[in-house]
Antibody, heavy 122, light 110 residues
Framework: QVQLQESGPGLVKPSQSLSLTCTVS??????????WSWIRQPAGKGLEWIGRVYTRGNTNYNPSLKSRVTISIDTSKNQLSLKLSSVTAADTAVYYC??????????????WGQGTMVTVSS | QSALTQPRSVSGSPGQSVTISCTGTSSDVGVYNYVSWYQQHPGRAPKVMIYDVTKRPSGVPDRFSGSKSDNTASLTISGLQAEDEADYYCCSYAGSYTWVFGGGTKLTVL
């Protein structure tokens, strides 16, 4: 069973870049037709899809964040990464990585990491 | 791309049925049959309960069902149980390989 684990700094200063990593265990990040997404959730608020990367490195991003987001994949480390530039307090949230492309289809986030809290503050 | 609209909260007594609505537009919910529903308990990651509007993943009780009419999708939970108390989020494919979530609905089991 594939499992996901997010990691990265819990505190980022305004105007700097946020960088997170998601480590995939229990399977290869490059096997099958899997898509790997980043999704975030500000405290007490709803979910927001940030973007996704395919095993071959193709990416798609939320239009509202596209200018600041880079998602990449490192098959040698079985990891995907998120970089969000020029952060503000509005980027404070729990960040999840999630997998799509299992038996439920490429449009369904069927496995999620536990999430990692990132606070933007000076 | 705006968030899908859900009621902030719904409630029901054990054994009753509740329905949670999710209203989108003709650019997402109304045009694609790729609506999914996620259950989230406090401090936990979301879990998919319904996908492709009406399908249930293996292991999800058949008390959970989904439907769609025009720009509005719905999640119905019948035979409410205490463990169903959670936040529920809808999600729709929005075209151009992007996805949009709803704002979430808090379900209280009275």
């Amino acid at each position: 069973q594939v499992q996901l684990q997010e990691s990265g700094p819990g505190l980022v200063k305004p105007s700097q870049s946020l960088s997170l990593t998601c480590t995939v265990s229990g399977g290869s990040i490059s096997s099958g037709s899997y898509y790997w997404s980043w999704i975030r959730q500000p405290a007490g608020k709803g979910l927001e899809w940030i973007g996704r990367v395919y095993t071959r490195g193709n990416t798609n991003y939320n239009p509202s964040l596209k200018s600041r987001v880079t998602i990449s994949i490192d098959t040698s480390k079985n990891q995907l990464s998120l970089k969000l530039s020029s952060v503000t307090a509005a980027d404070t949230a729990v960040y999840y990585c999630a997998k799509a492309g299992g038996t439920t289809g490429i449009d369904v986030f069927d496995i999620w990491g536990q999430g990692t809290m990132v606070t933007v503050s000076s | 791309q705006s968030a899908l609209t859900q009621p902030r909260s719904v409630s029901g007594s054990p054994g009753q049925s509740v329905t949670i609505s999710c209203t989108g537009t003709s650019s997402d919910v109304g045009v694609y049959n790729y609506v999914s529903w996620y259950q989230q308990h406090p401090g936990r990651a979301p879990k998919v309960m319904i996908y492709d509007v009406t399908k249930r993943p293996s292991g999800v009780p058949d008390r959970f069902s989904g439907s769609k009419s025009d720009n509005t999708a719905s999640l119905t939970i019948s035979g409410l149980q205490a463990e169903d108390e959670a936040d529920y989020y809808c999600c729709s494919y929005a075209g151009s390989y992007t996805w949009v979530f709803g704002g979430g609905t808090k379900l209280t089991v009275l």
